[in-house]
C-alpha cells in the first residue's frame, strides 16, 4: 500500500485501576491504518474493543506506548489540544447514540460545529442539513431525539460524526441495536462513505459485517489475534436489495 | 464556542427547569428587592431632610453651649451653661454678619385649659424666632419687644396644642392656659408644620418671650442655645468665625482654651445627618447584603446538581470537541444568567416595595440609579463567583467516564 498511514499504534497499554486490581483492557496493540481503509474490530465482549476505539478517538490517552495520529503524538497532548482533535479530524458513533435529549435532529448535528469558530451559524445549519441527507434523514430534520426510532436515531448519531467532514470515522456497534434491513442500510451508508475515500473503524460483534470492510482486526484479552485483509468486500447493496421486502400491514 | 451560542444554551437549560431555575433565583430577588428599598429608604430620608432644613431657613446658624461634641467627648453639666445674657447681648451689639438674634431656653411640661391637658414643651425665644425660623402666625400676633422687656405671660401656641386643649372648636386666640401652672394668654397661634423627619410633632409647641420662661417656667440664667440668621447664606462661615471671636471674647478663654461653645451652620447640620443616614443605610443594605451571600450559595448548590445531572451531556459535548474551558464558560453563563435574572426580578420587587412604602406607609423612599447599577453588578459577581466552583467541577470531568454516566 503506498497510502498515507493515518493512525499509527505503537503497543500501546491501558491499564484500569479498580481498587486493588489492575485490569489491562489493552496488553501491547500496535498496527498502521492507511488512508481510506475501512476496518472492523471484532472480539468477544470484554476483549478491549471500546478502550481502544476510546484511544483512537482521543477520548483517552495509553498507560504507555504511543499513537500518532496523522504523525502527532497524541499522548503528549494538553486536554484542550486533544479536544480540538476530536473537533476537526474524528467523528465518532457511539454505541448507544448519546443524542442530546429534547434536542432536534438539526440541533444534535450541529453540536459539533458549535465548537468550531470557522463556521457561522448559516453554515453550520447548511452543513448539519446536508449530513442528515446523507443519511437518509432530510424529512426529519425537526424532530427531538425521543420522537424517533432507533435506527432514526442512529443515523442522527452517524450525521453528527459526518457533519465536521473527519479524517477518520469511528463507530462503535453502530449497528448494535438495529434490526437486518436499518443494518444494512447503515452498512451502505459506510460503504458509501469508504468509496468517498474515508478512513472508517467500525466496531462490531456480528462476523457477517466484516465481509462488507476492506481489513478485519480481532482483539482477544486486549492484544490482536487477527488481523486479515479482505480481498473479496461484498457489497450491501446488493445484500439489501437481496433482503425479503418488508411486510407491510 | 460563541458567547450567543452560550447564552442560548443557557436560556435553554433554564427554561427546562423552569421551577428550579425560578427557586434558586427566589433568594437573588429577596435579597436584590431588600437591598434596593433599603437604599431608597436612605436617600429619600436624605433628600426630605435637606428639604426640612431649607425649610427652616438655610442661613439660620446654632449657638449651643459645650465644645464641639461630634469628638463624642462628654463636659460636666456645668460646661453646658456658658451661654448667657452677656453672649445674647454682645451677639446683637457687635456681630457683624448676623441680622437676627434669638436666645432660646426651653422647657417641657403639662398644658391645661378647663378639663383638656396635654404634655408639651415651651420655648422661649426672642421676636427674631419667627424670621429665623421662617415661620408664620396664622391667626394672632406674635409678641412684641415689650412683652419681652416686661416678662409678659403671653404665648403663641401650634396646631396641636389648639387640637388638645379646645377640642370644640373655640377660638384660642386670647384665652389664658396655664402651662406648669403659670397662666399664659394665647395672643396668637403658628400656622401648620406637621411632622419633620424624627417624627417629632412641630406643631406641638408653646412658644413664649425668652424672659418670661427663664424667669417664671424654668428658673434658670442660662440659654439653652442661641438662634442666628447670618444675612446671607454665602455669609455663614464668616458670620461663624465673627460669632466665635465675639464669644470667646465674652467667655474671657485664653488663646490655648478651646471653644465652650459650638456653632453650627444649617449646612454642617445637613451634611452631620446626611452622614447620620448613610451610616444607617450602610448597615441596612449590609444586613441585606447578606441574604444575597445565602442566595449566592443556593446558586451554587442549584448549578453543583445541574452538574451532575447533565454529566452525560457534558462528556458528549467533550466527545464532539468541546475543551474544558467552553464547558465551564456554559455553566458560568448559566450561572449568571440565573443570577442576572435575579436581579432584574430583584430590581422589580423592590421598586414594588418602594411604591408600598411610599404610597401605603407614606415614608418617603426614592431608589437611586446607581443602586440598580450596583445590584446588576453584583448579581453579575455573584454569578462568577459562586458559579466558579460548579463551572471547574463540570469542566474537569473526563469525557469518558462523563459519558458514561447513568
Ligand atoms: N473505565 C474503566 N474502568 C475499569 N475497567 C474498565 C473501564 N473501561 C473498561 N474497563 C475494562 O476493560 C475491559 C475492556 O472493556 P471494553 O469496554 O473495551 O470492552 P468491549 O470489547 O468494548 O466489550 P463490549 O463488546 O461488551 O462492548 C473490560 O474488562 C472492562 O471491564
Ligand atoms: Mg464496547
Redesign the pocket.
Known sequence: MDKKVVIELQNVRRD?Q?GSET?H?LRGISFQIHEGEFVTIM?T????????LNQLGCLDTPTSGEYYLDGVSVRTMRRSQRARLRNRKIGFVF?NYNLLAKTTAVENVELPLMYNKEYSAKQRREAAIAALQAVGLGDRLEHKSNQMSGGQMQRVAIARALVNNPAVILADEATGNLDTRTSYEVLVLFQKLHAEGRTIIFVT?NPEIAQYSSRNIV?RDGKIREDVINHNILSAAEALAALPAPQDD | MSLINLFKIAIKAILNNKARSFLSMLGIIIGVGAVIVMMAIGQGSKQSIREEIQKNGTNMLTIRPGADMRGGVRLDPSAMQTLKQADYEAILNEAKFVNKVSPEVSTSGQAVFGSNNTTSTCYGESTDYLSIRLWQVEEGLFFTEEDVKKSAKVCVVGQTIVKELFPNGQDPVGKTIRFKNIPLRIIGVFKGKGYNNWGMDQDNVIVAPYTTVMKRLAAQTHFNSILCSAVTEELSDQAIEDLTAILRRTHKLKDSDVDNFTIRSQQEWMETMSSTMDTITIILVVAAAFSLLVAGIGIMNIMLVSVTERTKEIGLRMSVGARGLDISNQFLIEAILISLTGGLLGVLFGALLTWGCNTLIGYPAIIPMWSVLVSFAVCVAIGIGFGYFPAQKAARLDP??AIRYE
Open positions: 484500569f479498580v485490569v483492557a472480539g465482549s470484554g476483549s478491549g474493543k471500546s478502550t481502544l454505541q460483534h482483539l | 469518558i467516564e
